[in-house]
């Protein structure tokens, strides 16, 4: 059998499974709108800021314009004349009979139909669930009256960068994101820590006390100075407002450890509240949790350095304090039951340095440091003051209901504003998307004497939680 034989057959035998998949499995929705962004995007320009080499992504309208692009990692504007690739938007693959047999879970990404026009397939984020009573107050979503927390892998599918340590700025020694200080807060600057190609180095010195750290300093990209996270999405450009403050910060390092390093402690603020993470490293101990100075009681799962040989040790550290719940995760496994809290503390918070990494002993690196922060929904569309449901009453589901919110929620119209009502009925429901194959770069061909405008990405493809 000749290859041209074998290309026809295969080439037959993959339209084939792509019709019996389609048909009976999976089907491609393209996403035209950037509601879901950063998980899912709609019609976009990839741009990397000239300023830190950071890539992000900036939305297109019907009319093919973006509002002015502003880089969400070092603040830098005055972008609009940078090269940038037009994309369009993600293609998507979708389970489509997967509700059938079980019904959506909370945090997942679903295709319905609009109930205000059900020949429209929306993409949104399920939230509320049959039977539950939903508000939303200060960008957190409460069911029942009880705030919705999410799992640290909920929190991985949901999560927003905010800065990464490796794209470092040019003017970062004018305007520092992170600093070293021997002692949480400002009480000496010196320390062990010394940063090169990208990583943060820290080696023993004497006369430094316990806790040598590397504290994040945030710059707010919208207002060009420091000042707490808030709800900015690079997405929708430099011009859409971003009030509202955000308090839910966690953060990702990857790090290689010596024995020598005696504990690794970990600092977040929620507000007005402060949490400090102690992890034994070198020494033999159990991990403490402290709730504004006070040792709280924790549930300890594991600790993988206890008894860990041989050194050094690389490892992926987690920890967030999302929907007041904290969570401290080595390699995946948390390292103990996520502790939650009911009453926040009153107050204002130093919302500019949120969060930081301590060190106690001799030789560790961190090889790239990401802060993230969590979703704020708003009780604004496009910032035009709109009476959204749950902002101001709940929302009662009924035994076969659903209430569903978009990611970039500034931008979003979902639950909140639907003029037909705030729920999707489960008979509307169209599958869970599972996969972005088909992500892909605008460019300008002729085949044929037809214009194709659309080349695929392999880059960019990617599972959806």
């Not at 059900?118 to 069911?143: F, M, N, T």
């Not at 590397?214 to 997405?235: E, N």
């Not at 967030?320 to 939650?340: H, N, Q």
């Not at 001799?362 to 902002?391: C, E, Q, W």
């Amino acid at each position: 059998m000749g290859p041209v034989r074998q290309t026809v057959e295969l080439l037959v035998l993959l339209v084939l499974c792509v019709i019996v998949v389609r048909t009976f499995s999976a089907e491609a929705y393209v996403v035209p709108t950037g509601s879901m962004a950063p998980t899912l995007l709609g019609w976009h320009r990839e741009i990397v800021c000239p300023n830190c080499a950071y890539p992000f992504d900036v939305g297109i309208d019907e009319e093919g314009l973006s509002g002015p692009a502003v880089c969400p990692n070092c603040g830098e504007s005055g972008l609009d004349s940078v090269p940038a690739v037009e994309c369009g938007g993600d293609r998507v693959l979708v389970q489509k009979f997967l509700y059938d047999f079980r019904p959506p879970k909370r945090w997942e990404v679903a295709v319905f139909h609009y109930p205000g026009d059900p020949s429209q397939a929306y993409v949104k984020r399920v939230v509320g669930l049959p039977g539950e009573s939903i508000r939303i107050e200060a960008g957190d979503v409460y069911a029942d009256g009880q705030i919705l927390r999410k799992t640290l892998e909920d929190q991985r599918a949901i999560r927003i960068p905010v800065h990464e340590s490796r794209f470092e700025p040019r003017d970062a020694d004018r305007f520092p994101r992170w600093t070293f200080r021997s002692g949480w807060g400002y009480r000496s600057t010196r320390t062990g820590w010394s940063r090169s190609a990208g990583q943060f180095i820290h080696q023993a010195q004497s006369g430094i006390g316990p806790g040598d750290w590397v504290i994040y300093q945030h710059w707010d990209p919208h207002r060009g100075r420091y000042g707490p996270v808030r709800d900015f999405y690079a997405y929708n450009g430099g011009e859409m407002p971003s009030d509202n403050e955000i308090s839910d910060l966690g953060l990702e390092a990857e790090i290689t450890a010596d024995r020598s390093v005696e504990a690794l402690s970990v600092a977040l603020r929620n507000g007005a509240d402060q949490f400090v993470v102690r992890i034994p490293v070198g020494l033999n101990g159990r991990v403490e949790l402290t709730h504004n100075g006070v040792r709280v009681p924790i549930i300890e799962r594991s600790n993988p350095f206890q008894g860990h040989d041989p050194w050094p040790e690389s490892f992926r550290l987690e920890a967030s304090a999302f929907d007041r719940r904290v969570t401290v995760a080595i390699d995946g496994e948390s390292l103990f039951e996520p502790y939650d809290y009911e009453h926040p503390r009153r107050g204002i918070g130093r919302g500019e340095a949120p969060l930081g990494l301590g060190v106690d002993g001799g030789a560790l690196t961190i090889h790239n440091l990401k802060v993230f922060r969590d979703i704020y929904y708003t009780a604004t569309l496009a910032g035009m003051p709109r009476a959204g449901r749950s902002i101001h009453s709940s929302v009662e589901l009924g035994p076969d209901e659903f209430f569903v919110l978009g990611d970039n929620s500034p931008v979003s119209n979902d639950s909140r504003f639907w003029g037909v009502g705030p729920v999707v009925p489960g008979s509307m429901l169209l599958g869970k998307p599972f996969l972005v194959h088909l992500p892909g770069a605008l460019v300008p061909l002729k085949v044929f004497g037809r214009s194709v405008c659309w080349v695929p990405d392999p880059r960019r493809i990617r599972y959806i939680r």
